[in-house]
């Protein structure tokens, strides 16, 4: 696992998707796991701004996590966010995405279509996921097992209320659809960012606390090929940042 510490959130998303780009020119046709949130956010402007320069278009996504219930109508889904913030502005083509429907009657059929979907495509080649302030990677809550594949989630009560921050009015969050932690320790490569000073705290505990299925963000440390991309403030309670 490398860390990397950027001065703030401009560089960290400047520095992020520089990665992508490099990942992606080895691999045209990769698949992409891309998290939505409040934190790629910057990632994917950047993206977008560089679209003339990149040959993203050519490569397949695999939709990471989403809210049972909502679909890319719903504003404030995980669907609407990476459509909107990506797809849309790239003219990504749709046969070229596949993304959970969490609206499904059977949502453990989803589960079974994006898993086939990944091991279709030998494994994603590169994921890029955020950090709950409960450890929490995709929708995988405190308690998973590293091992996990796709599955249906129960919410934890931190993940119910930071995500009202994503919806105009107060909604009801009670279950996630999300890939397992196992899909991300068979991406080929796997990157997660944070930034802020919220995200301090679980960040020491990622990078300096003990491995273990309650902080799912340790994983980052198992994995073979994996990076943490952090600004000064979510580095702020490192020890090695701040001797
Ligand atoms: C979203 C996702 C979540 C977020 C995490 C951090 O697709 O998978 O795990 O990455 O909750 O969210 P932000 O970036 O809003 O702090």
């Known amino acids: 696992m490398e860390v990397r510490v950027f001065k703030d959130y401009e560089e960290l998303s400047k520095n992020t ?8 020119s080895n691999k045209p046709d990769a698949l992409l796991c891309l998290a939505a949130g409040d934190t790629p956010r910057g990632t994917y402007e950047q993206l977008v701004r560089m679209k003339n320069q990149t040959a993203i278009n050519n490569c397949r996504f695999v939709g ?19 459509y909107n913030e990506l797809f849309y502005p790239l003219s990504i083509k749709k046969e070229n995405y596949s993304f959970f429907d969490a609206r499904a009657e059977d949502l453990q059929a989803e589960c079974r ?8 495509n030998r494994a994603i080649d590169f994921s890029l996921v955020g950090l709950g302030l409960n450890g929490h990677i995709g929708f ?35 279950k996630g659809i999300t890939l397992g932690l196992g899909h991300m320790m068979e991406s080929k ?25 309650e ?11 994996s990076f943490i991309f952090l600004d ?3 580095a702020s309670a490192l020890q090695e940042y701040n001797r």
Request: aromatic share 8%; net charge negative.
């Open 113 to 120: 279509k994006a898993d086939d979907y990944i091991l279709k």
């Open 189 to 213: 490569c796997l990157m997660l960012i944070a930034s802020g000073l919220k995200k301090a705290q679980i960040i020491k505990r990622v990078v300096e606390g003990d491995i273990s299925e």
């Open 64 to 82: 990471l996590d989403e809210w049972a219930g909502m679909d890319e109508k719903d504003e404030g889904s995980c669907k609407n966010f990476i």
């Open 140 to 174: 995988n809550e405190p308690g998973t097992p590293f091992d996990s594949y796709s599955h249906v989630v129960e919410l934890d009560e931190v993940t119910k209320t930071v995500g009202q921050k994503y919806f105009k009015g107060e909604k009801v969050l009670d």
């Open 215 to 225: 902080v799912p963000g340790t994983l980052m440390r198992i994995h073979k090929n």
């Open 17 to 24: 998707a520089d990665f992508i780009l490099k990942c992606i």
């Open 232 to 234: 000064r403030d979510a």
